[in-house]
C-alpha cells in the first residue's frame, strides 16, 4: 500500500511539474494555440473553397466535417506523442534529466504521470480548437455519434502513447539531434494515415503501410462515427485494433525505453546537454 | 544486509571507460575510426563508514564526478562492484535510489519553476508527503540563508550562488542517508559557503548522514572531512585522514605541510590547474 502511494505521488509530481511549467511558459502556449487554430482553420477551409476551385458541385459541408476531423484528430494524437516523446528533450533542455533518473521512481511511472497529463492537456487544446472552429462554420453533427467519437480518440491514444515511448527514445540516444527526429515519424504516420484524404488514394504498394499506422483505424472510426453517425457495434472492429495496437505498444515502448536507458547510462549520454 | 550496516558505500575495484570522438566517423571505416577511449575511473576501491564525511580531491578531470554518477546510479561501471548499505547499485537500483541524494556542481532546475515548486517536485518523487515538504522546504531554505520572498520566485532570477543553495536544500530535504555533494559549493561566496558547510555538519550531527563531497576547496575538505582521498586521472593516489595526509610531506618555509602541497608532492601537478 506504501509503495502505492509513493508510486501515485511520483505519478502526480510530473503531472504538476508539467501543469507549472505551461503556467510559466504561458506566452509560448497562447502562441502555440494560435497557431493550432490558424492551421485548423486553413486547412478545414480548403474544404469551403473546393467548389469555387474546380468549379463542379460538391458537398462541401461533408468535406468541411472530412477535413475539420482529420485536423483535430491529428492534432490530438500529435499532442500526446509529443508530450510522451518530448518526455527526455525537455529534460535534457532543461538540465534536470539526471535529477529526474536518479530519483527512486520506476520509468512506468514517470511515463504514467506524464501521458495522464499529455491526455488532458491533448483534449483540451482539442477542445479550444473546436470550439473556434464552430464559430466559422455551420457544423452540423446532429447525425454524429459523438460518444463512439470520444471512444475512438481515448483507443487511440493509447497507442500514440506507446508510440511516443519509443520515440522519446531518439533524444535519449542522439542528444544533439534526437528531438527533430521524433518529427520523422510524425511526418510519416502524417502521410499515412489518411488525416486529409482517403488511405485509398496512396500508390498500392504503400497501402500496406496505412494499415500499420494506428492513425488511420482512429480516423476510419472517427469519421465513420461523426460524418456516417456509425454505432458503437459498429466502431468495436476498430476500437478493438486500436486497443490490441495499444496494449502492444505501450509495454514494447517501456521495454524499449528501459534499453536504451541502459544504454545511456552505459555510455554516459545522460550527461550530454542537447 | 540492513541500513544499520556500519559500511555505508563500498567501491571495489570500480572502473569506467568512456569512447571519446575525434573528427568526423566514417561508417564504412573499421572500428575505432575517429573515437578514442578516455579511462576517467581506474580500479578505484574505498570504503566509507557509516556517519563519516568523506572527501574526494582531485583536478578538473580526474574522475570524481565520475564515481559519484556510478555510485548515484546515472553511470554504470565498466567493472567493478559499489554497495550502498549493502545494496548492489546495479541489482538493486531502486533500493540505493531511495538511500541518496546528490547535488552537483550544475544547479539543475527547470528555471520558470520556484525553489518551492522545485523542491515540491523533487519531494514527490522521494514519495515525501506535499504538506511536510512545504514547510521542511521553506525552513531549510531560510536556515541556507535565502530570503522568504526568493522562495516563491522563478529561479531564473537567482544568482548562482543562491540556485546552488537550492540545489543542497532539495538533496537534504529528501533526508538520504548518503548524501552525494559534487562540488556543492563551488560558486558560492564565502559566506554562503558557510552556511551550506555549518547545514552539512548539522545533517551529519543530527540526522545521522554520511556525506561524500568532491571539492576543489582543500580548506573545505580539511575542515569537513574525517577522511581524503586524492584522485588523480581516475586513479587514488593517496587515501587517510587530513592530518595523516599532511604528515606524509615535510612542511616548508617553516610552514605546515596543507592539502595542495601533498597533491602536489604526490602528483607533481596543482589541485587547482584552470581556475
Known amino acids: ?274 | 544486509m540492513t541500513h544499520r550496516s556500519q559500511i555505508a558505500l563500498d567501491v571495489s575495484s570500480v572502473s569506467k571507460m568512456f569512447l571519446k570522438s575525434e573528427g568526423v566517423r566514417w561508417p564504412w571505416k573499421r572500428n575505432g575510426n575517429g573515437r578514442s577511449t578516455v579511462m576517467a575511473v581506474n580500479d578505484v576501491s574505498l570504503r566509507i563508514r557509516r556517519g563519516e564525511v568523506f572527501g574526494i580531491l582531485g583536478p578538473n578531470g580526474s574522475g570524481k564526478s565520475t564515481l559519484v554518477r556510478c555510485i548515484s546510479t546515472l553511470l554504470v561501471p565498466d567493472e567493478g562492484v559499489i554497495t550502498v548499505f549493502g545494496h548492489d547499485v546495479r541489482e538493486e537500483e531502486m533500493a540505493v535510489k531511495r538511500l541518496i541524494n546528490r547535488v552537483s556542481v550544475e544547479a539543475s532546475f527547470f528555471k520558470k519553476l520556484t525553489p518551492m515548486e522545485n523542491l515540491l517536485y523533487g519531494a514527490r518523487l522521494y514519495g515525501v508527503n506535499a504538506g511536510e515538504a512545504r514547510e521542511r522546504a521553506v525552513e531549510i531554505l531560510i536556515r541556507l540563508g535565502l530570503k522568504k520572498d526568493a522562495i516563491y520566485r522563478p529561479m531564473e532570477e537567482m544568482s548562482r550562488g543562491m540556485q546552488q543553495k537550492v540545489a543542497a536544500a532539495r538533496a537534504f530535504l529528501t533526508q538520504p542517508i548518503l548524501l552525494l555533494l559534487d562540488e556543492p559549493t563551488t560558486g558560492l561566496d564565502p559566506r554562503s559557503k558557510r552556511e551550506v558547510q555549518d547545514f552539512l555538519r548539522e545533517l551529519r550531527e543530527k540526522h545521522d548522514a554520511t556525506i561524500l563531497l568532491t571539492t576543489h576547496d582543500m580548506q573545505e575538505a580539511d575542515a569537513l572531512c574525517d577522511r581524503i582521498a586524492i584522485l588523480d586521472e581516475g586513479r587514488i593516489v593517496a587515501l587517510d585522514t587530513p592530518s595523516g595526509l599532511k604528515a606524509r610531506v615535510p612542511g616548508s618555509n617553516g610552514h605546515e605541510p596543507t592539502l595542495e602541497d601533498v597533491f602536489m608532492e604526490l602528483t607533481g601537478k596543482k589541485l587547482v590547474e584552470d581556475e
Request: glycine share 10%.
Open chain 1, 1 to 274: 500500500m506504501a509503495q502505492l502511494v509513493h508510486e501515485i505521488r511520483a505519478s502526480y509530481a510530473f503531472i504538476e511539474r508539467n501543469f507549472n511549467l505551461v503556467k510559466r511558459y504561458w506566452g509560448w502556449e497562447v502562441v502555440w494555440m494560435l497557431y493550432s487554430i490558424a492551421n485548423a482553420l486553413s486547412i478545414t477551409f480548403i474544404g469551403a473553397g473546393t467548389e469555387a476551385v474546380t468549379g463542379q458541385k460538391i458537398d462541401a459541408n461533408h468535406l468541411i466535417l472530412y477535413l475539420l476531423v482529420g485536423t483535430l484528430v491529428w492534432h490530438y494524437l500529435s499532442v500526446v506523442f509529443d508530450q510522451v516523446s518530448e518526455l527526455i528533450a525537455w529534460e535534457r533542455w532543461e538540465g534536470t534529466i539526471e535529477y529526474t533518473f536518479m530519483a527512486p521512481v520506476t520509468r512506468f511511472t514517470h511515463m504514467v504521470g506524464q501521458t495522464l497529463f499529455s491526455l488532458v492537456y491533448g483534449l483540451l487544446h482539442t477542445a479550444i480548437i473546436l470550439a473556434v472552429v464552430a464559430l466559422f462554420f455551420q457544423l452540423d453533427l446532429s447525425e454524429a455519434n459523438l460518444l463512439g467519437g470520444g471512444m475512438m480518440l481515448v483507443a487511440g491514444s493509447l497507442s500514440f502513447i506507446g508510440l511516443g515511448m519509443v520515440a522519446s527514445v531518439l533524444p535519449l540516444l542522439f542528444p544533439e539531434r534526437g528531438a527533430q527526429m521524433t518529427h520523422v515519424i510524425q511526418a510519416l504516420l502524417l502521410l499515412i494515415s489518411g488525416v486529409y484524404f482517403p488511405v485509398s488514394v496512396l500508390p498500392g504498394w504503400m497501402q500496406p503501410l496505412t494499415r500499420l499506422s494506428p492513425a488511420t483505424y482512429v480516423l476510419e472510426g472517427m469519421r465513420s462515427a461523426l460524418l456516417d453517425g456509425a454505432g458503437t457495434a459498429a466502431l468495436l472492429p476498430h476500437l478493438g485494433r486500436l486497443l490490441i495496437i495499444g496494449l502492444v505498444a505501450i509495454p514494447m515502448g517501456l521495454a524499449i525505453f528501459r534499453q536504451a536507458e541502459m544504454y545511456a547510462k552505459r555510455t554516459g549520454k545522460l550527461k550530454r546537454s542537447g
